[in-house]
């Protein structure tokens, strides 16, 4: 009974490492996803702009 409670646990543990390498994988392209979806709920912040102009101009 030990030896498949060891398969398991290797099994298990292949089965992590190999989730964590697809998570650093596509984290490049997840991680700004995340932040512009939940972090910029304020719409008023000044958007980084080429001009530098970083006033805020009021909706109408």
Do not use: C, Q, Y
């Amino acid at each position: 009974m030990a030896r498949v409670h060891n398969m398991a646990s290797r099994l298990l543990l292949l089965i992590l490492w190999i989730v964590f390498w697809v998570l650093v994988g596509i984290s490049p392209w997840i991680f700004p996803w995340i932040v512009e979806r939940f972090f910029r709920k304020d719409e008023s912040l000044p958007a980084i702009n080429p001009s530098g102009d970083t006033s805020i101009e009021e909706k109408k």
